[in-house]
Nanobody
Framework: QVQLVESGGGSVQAGGSLRLSCTAS??????MGWFRQAPGKEREGVAD???????KYADSVKGRFTISKDNAKNTLYLQMNSLKPDDTAIYYC????????????????????WGQGTQVTVSS
C-alpha cells in the first residue's frame, strides 16, 4: 500500500525553526520532494532530492531550508530555519519511482504519490 505521511508542522514565530518529516511506504522511491500551497496561491516546489542525494531548492528557501532523507527509515525531512510569514502554507511530501526528474526540478508533475499535507504557520 502506497502511503506518505507527513508530520512536524505547527505554528512558530518569524525567525523560528521547524522540521517536517515524511514517512514513506509501499515502494522504493527514487525521487522525493516537498511542495507547499498557500491560500489563494498555486502549489510550488520547495525542494527535491534524487536517489543519490542530490538536492535542488527554490530560490525563496535557499540557505534557510534543508532537504534530506534517511533511506534506512524510509523517511524524508525538511529542516526549515529562519522562517518567514511568507512560508505559511500547507506542506506536502511527494515521491515517485521514476529514476529522474523527467520534467525538471521542483515540478509537481514528476511525482505520482503525495501525502495529505501538514500546516505550517509563521507569525510575525
Amino acid at each position: 500500500q502506497v502511503q506518505l505521511v507527513e508530520s512536524g508542522g505547527g505554528s512558530v514565530q518569524a525567525g523560528g525553526s521547524l522540521r517536517l518529516s515524511c514517512t514513506a511506504s509501499g515502494y522504493t522511491y527514487s525521487i522525493m520532494g516537498w511542495f507547499r500551497q498557500a491560500p489563494g496561491k498555486e502549489r510550488e516546489g520547495v525542494a527535491d532530492i534524487d536517489r543519490d542525494g542530490s538536492t535542488k531548492y527554490a530560490d525563496s528557501v535557499k540557505g534557510r531550508f534543508t532537504i534530506s532523507k534517511d533511506n534506512a527509515k524510509n523517511t524524508l525531512y525538511l529542516q526549515m530555519n529562519s522562517l518567514k510569514p511568507d512560508d505559511t502554507a500547507i506542506y506536502y511530501c511527494a515521491a515517485d519511482t521514476s529514476p529522474w526528474f523527467r520534467l525538471g526540478h521542483l515540478r509537481a508533475a514528476n511525482f505520482g504519490y503525495w501525502g495529505q499535507g501538514t500546516q505550517v504557520t509563521v507569525s510575525s
